[in-house]
């Protein structure tokens, strides 16, 4: 079974940065999809970045896009997530996920079949 733990969380003020890291505990090659989600309370968890390991293809969501980068460490079996001019509307749980189908989609939650336990992210004005 995949395992999936996510570091780097943390607190930060408006504006910061910080790196999210996700480790794989075993390479399974199956699994070319990895992204990153994210749920603050009382909302839904919200797909925000993914990464497709055979083509190094990403996606972002809008909320994102050119603030976040997504990368995978292939040695190291390790995907980031880049997150700059952090705003209080991103602070949430974030979360690793993975699945081995075709097409990986940030939009298709109910692909990913392994899942991290999340790494919290708080942003202060």
């Known amino acids: 079974q995949v395992q999936l733990v996510e570091s780097g969380g943390g607190s930060v003020q408006a504006g910061g940065s910080l790196r999210l890291s996700c480790s794989v505990s075993r390479h399974v090659l199956s699994h070319d999809c990895m992204a990153w989600f994210r749920q603050a309370p009382g909302k839904e968890r919200e797909g925000i970045a993914s990464?497709?390991?055979?083509?190094?293809?990403?996606r972002y969501a809008d909320s994102v896009k050119g603030r976040f980068t997504i990368s995978k460490d292939s040695v190291k079996n390790i995907l980031y997530l880049q997150m700059n001019s952090l705003r209080p509307e991103d602070s949430a749980g974030y979360y690793c996920?993975?699945?081995?189908?075709?097409?990986?989609?940030?939009?298709?939650?109910?692909?990913?079949?392994?899942w991290g336990r999340g790494t919290e992210v708080a942003v202060s004005m």
């Open positions: 996920a993975a699945h081995g189908r075709i097409g990986c989609y940030i939009e298709r939650e109910s692909d990913y079949t392994s």
């Open positions: 990464f497709e390991s055979h083509n190094g293809a990403t």
